[in-house]
């Protein structure tokens, strides 16, 4: 893939891992290093090589929000022109799945980036929190959106109000996180859990996150009807002939993703 400055990309057994890489800003999101993320993530879901996208974080921190000196003078017109956060908007249309291996500090834009993938592990010692109310602003990247159909009005409003961290076993029980996981394994684990993925017929994952997607923001009847749909389009693909004969036949099945 073209060379990145900011983020360090690689493929293994079909997993695509892309390293958010500055960490002496603590992988502090500056806009040309979010663009770098998309333009990554968009190009390993055109790659028949990869079947699942992981992201994490160099250094003591997943990321410790949006690059402050980036914005500290920017006005509200420079925003309209730039409109930076049309480049996150792109993660929502991202059809493989994202993993995201979470550590140390993951604030702010970097926790907006973490709830924006699809299932988040985390170390044992993370932070979260969104600390923009201590800078006079608040998240602008889906952070308000997104904690609040995850926690609910109240419970978001405190922490979003306050800007208090909160710990990694507080969100496993918020439901944010998937797993915690001893930090020295994080990386280990969720490659474990990205694998295990990459083997499921890519098909069905697409079309199961697409109709889970649907279940957070349309009503019941709506999610069911894609939900049918996609059930009988899985019937139009190879792979749904090979897990069923696979069944009859006792044998292990091997999906092609057609
Ligand atoms: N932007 C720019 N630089 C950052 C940064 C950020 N968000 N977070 C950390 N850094 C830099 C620090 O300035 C420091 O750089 P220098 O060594 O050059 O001084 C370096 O990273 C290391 O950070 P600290 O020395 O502060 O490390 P620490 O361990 O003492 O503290 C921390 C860690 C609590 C995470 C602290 O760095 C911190 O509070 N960072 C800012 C967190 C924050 O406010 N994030 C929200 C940003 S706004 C946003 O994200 C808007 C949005 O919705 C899109």
Redesign the pocket.
């Known amino acids: 893939m073209s060379d990145f400055s900011f983020i360090k990309t690689s493929v293994d057994e079909q997993v695509a891992t892309i390293v958010l890489n500055r960490p ?3 992988n ?2 500056n806009r040309p290093m979010v663009t770098e993320i998309i333009t990554a993530m968009e190009a390993f879901d055109k790659d028949e090589a990869v079947k699942v996208i992981l992201l994490r974080g160099e250094g ?2 997943f990321a ?8 500290a003078n920017d006005g509200p017109i420079d925003f309209e022109l730039l409109n930076p956060f049309a480049e996150w908007d792109k993660i929502n249309f991202i059809k493989k799945p994202i993993l995201c291996a979470a550590h140390g ?1 993951v ?4 926790f ?1 980036l973490a709830l924006a993938c699809d299932m988040m592990f985390a170390a044992e010692n993370t932070s979260f929190g ?3 109310v ?2 006079g ?5 889906g ?1 308000t959106q997104r904690l609040t159909k995850l926690l609910g009005k109240t419970k978001a409003l405190h922490w979003l109000w306050t800007g208090d961290k909160f710990s990694a076993k507080d969100a496993l029980d918020y439901g944010i996180v998937n797993r915690l996981i001893a930090p020295e394994l994080l990386q280990e684990e969720t490659e474990a859990y990205a694998r295990r993925l990459a083997n499921q017929p890519p098909l069905s994952l697409r079309l199961i996150k697409e109709a889970v997607n649907k279940a957070v923001d349309h009503p019941l009847e709506e999610g069911m009807q894609l939900e049918r749909k996609n059930f009988y389009l899985l019937f139009a693909s190879e792979d749904q002939k090979e897990g069923m004969n696979a069944f009859l036949e006792k044998r292990r099945p091997n999906f092609k993703g057609k």
């Open positions: 002496k800003v603590l502090a999101l003591r921190a410790a929000g949006a690059d402050i000196d980036e914005m500090f604030l702010g834009g970097g907006e969104f600390p923009e201590t800078l602003v608040m998240p602008g990247a952070g």
